[in-house]
């Protein structure tokens, strides 16, 4: 059983595939922004988050968000950014509940409206290792095609 995280707390839920993120508000309950096809077991379905343009803020018991995945305390940014005050942070996020609410995977996705909610910075890390991740992936592919382009010209001229 894992100690019970802090009101204010990020909490990192560990999918398949990828991450999602709520914040703590206490007993028991987080706040987090849900599209239509985020919850706890929906594996590879959840990938359809991808598909849609709203999302709905709950508030729901961890261990029902959670289900059978793992989880972790993950306030990864308090060492960069300054977080608000707990109350302040548990008073926003409480303000949301029951709002439909913009989602877009790139943009506005659950990790954004949770960092926003602690440290008021509006952001989210997966989305940008995945863009760098493309970036690279696709920096290589474009060596690779240079690199056959060349020797196929270089064979032709001999």
């Known amino acids: 059983m894992k100690p019970e995280p802090k009101p204010g707390d990020l909490i990192e839920i560990f999918r398949m595939c990828y991450s999602h993120w709520a914040i ?20 590879a379905s959840s990938i359809m988050s991808a598909l ?15 289900g059978k ?13 300054q977080p608000l005050p707990v109350n302040k942070i548990v008073q926003r996020a409480l303000e949301e509940v029951g709002k439909e609410v913009l989602y877009k995977l790139t943009s506005e996705n659950c ?22 991740g493309a970036g690279i992936a696709g920096g290589l592919a474009l060596a690779g095609l240079f690199g056959v382009l060349v020797s196929r010209n270089r064979r032709q001229n001999q």
């Not at 849609?52 to 959670?66: G, I, P």
């Not at 990790?111 to 760098?132: A, K």
């Open 24 to 43: 703590y508000v206490g007993d028991g309950y987080v706040v987090h922004l849900a599209p239509p096809s985020e919850y706890a077991g929906a594996g």
């Open 111 to 132: 990790e954004h409206f949770v960092n926003d909610l602690r440290y008021g910075i509006h952001r989210s890390d997966q989305v940008r290792d995945i863009c760098i």
């Open 69 to 81: 995945d793992k989880y972790q305390v993950n306030n990864k940014h308090d060492n960069k950014y």
């Open 52 to 66: 849609t343009d709203k999302a709905r803020v709950k508030k729901e018991l961890l261990r029902s968000v959670v």
